[in-house]
């Protein structure tokens, strides 16, 4: 019987949302641990987004890092094949016994990639050990672009992809005081129409790219009104009419057990 592989260790290192001075030293420590660099792509050869701010931050491309590619497509068959072929690739290099690093954008518990990979991985080799580092998310890094908070004391808050639909939103609006939107570029006008007819356009807030060279912020929203905008964007939206409930502070007592009626018999003795 052939002995079990001693697997390396995989590690999602977060690296926040474009600037390379938000990468942690954590996460820069295993960047330059020599761990083999995996990064994922769109489409073979294409630029990843993820290796561009490791790049910019000055650390040079190992000869053997490798991307994986994980399609934008909602085909489901297309996913599943993408998924299986990242996946396994990743195990039979973890087989060799060396650690491995996956370059997350953003965070890697939010929204990300890493953590469907770790799972189907784990699934396939559950000897694997995996390790999450992690960053700063694209919407607290647009929050301090803005100088917007994104919740203070007594606030709720809450994050919600925009192609959950703008009846969803709308709902959410009335229960978050600031609603962050990813992935607006799909309803870009169904949700201005709607931050519109609820007149929270001039408390609410666009930004593209936030962190890298491109970066755009946009206060006039309606200046976006058919216009196509980058896949990583988001809108933070802020309600202040929002009507609250009252809050309940600190622990409340028990209360008291009802005394008995006093026609009620004593109870029975063992």
């Keep these: 019987m052939l002995p079990s592989p001693r697997y390396g260790r995989l590690t999602g290192v977060s690296l926040g949302p474009g600037d390379p001075e938000l990468i942690t030293r954590k996460g820069w420590a295993a960047l330059q641990s020599g761990a083999r660099w995996l990064y994922p792509v769109k489409k073979a050869e294409a630029e990843s987004y993820a290796l561009g701010i490791v790049q910019r931050g000055g650390l040079s491309v190992p000869d053997d890092a ?7 497509t909602r085909d489901p068959v297309a996913l ?28 890697a518990s939010t929204f990300a990639t890493f953590g469907h990979l770790a799972r189907v991985v784990q699934e396939l080799a559950p000897g694997v050990t995996v390790e ?7 919407f607290a890094a647009a929050a301090a672009r ?7 004391e007594g606030d709720t808050f ?7 639909g703008v009846e969803v939103i709308d709902r959410l609006l009335d229960d978050f005081d600031t609603l962050v939107l990813i992935k607006v570029k799909p309803l870009l006008d169904e949700v201005l129409d709607l931050l519109q007819r609820r007149g929270l356009l001039a408390t609410s807030c666009f930004i593209e790219k936030v962190g890298a ?29 929002r009507q609250r409930g009252e809050m ?12 008995a009626p006093a026609n009620e018999s004593a109870p029975a003795q063992a």
Excluded at 66 to 72: G, Q, R, V
Excluded at 132 to 138: K, L, W
Excluded at 225 to 241: D, E, F, I, Q, T
């Design 66 to 72: 490798e991307a994986l590619i994980f399609p934008m």
């Design 80 to 107: 599943a094949k993408a998924w299986s072929r990242a996946a396994a690739r990743t195990v039979a290099l973890l087989a060799e016994g060396r650690d491995l690093v996956f370059l997350v954008e953003g965070d």
């Design 132 to 138: 999450t580092i992690p960053g700063v998310s694209a």
């Design 146 to 152: 803005t100088g917007e908070p994104l919740a203070e």
């Design 158 to 164: 809450g994050v919600v992809p925009a192609a959950y």
């Design 213 to 241: 060279p491109e970066e755009r912020v946009v206060r006039d929203l309606m200046s976006l009104y058919g216009s196509k905008v980058n896949y990583l964007s988001l809108m933070l939206v802020r309600n202040p009419g």
């Design 248 to 259: 309940l502070r600190g622990c409340r007592k028990k209360a008291a057990p009802a005394p």
